[in-house]
């Protein structure tokens, strides 16, 4: 079973950057990928997708221009590439895998535990 495990989260001050990483058990080569996150009291929400092969990805407004998304089919690793932090960026952030090739708005099968992303002064 297609496991996902997220690593990279930490403090950063405002207008710094993190990279996290996403690696799953099995291949990823079938799935689309995405980076999720949740604030406290706040619902999840999706912040970026990329398709299997990379060659489609999306973003929310909040981020575009600041995140970028890639992915390394080989390694069985998504990263987000976070930059120009702000502090409403503070939320745990989890990584999901589709079960189709491609983005979707319904929700992704398999979930990642998350890791906290917190940027304060």
């Known amino acids: 079973q297609l496991q996902l495990v997220e690593s990279g989260g930490g403090l950063v001050q405002p207008g710094g950057s993190l990279r996290l990483s996403c690696v799953a058990s099995?291949?990823?080569?079938?799935?689309?990928i995405g980076w999720f996150r949740q604030a406290p009291g706040k619902a999840r929400d999706r912040v970026s997708c990329?398709?299997?092969?990379?060659?489609?990805?999306n973003y929310a407004d909040s981020v575009k221009g600041r995140f970028t998304i890639s992915r390394d089919n080989a390694k069985k690793t998504v990263y987000l590439q976070m930059t120009s932090l702000k502090p409403e960026d503070t939320a745990v952030y989890y990584c999901?895998?589709?079960?189709?090739?491609?983005?979707?708005?319904?929700?992704?099968?398999?979930w990642g535990q998350g890791t906290q992303v917190t940027v304060s002064s």
């Open positions: 999901a895998a589709y079960a189709l090739s491609q983005c979707t708005p319904w929700a992704p099968g398999v």
């Open positions: 099995a291949t990823l080569d079938y799935y689309a």
């Open positions: 990329i398709s299997n092969s990379g060659s489609r990805t």
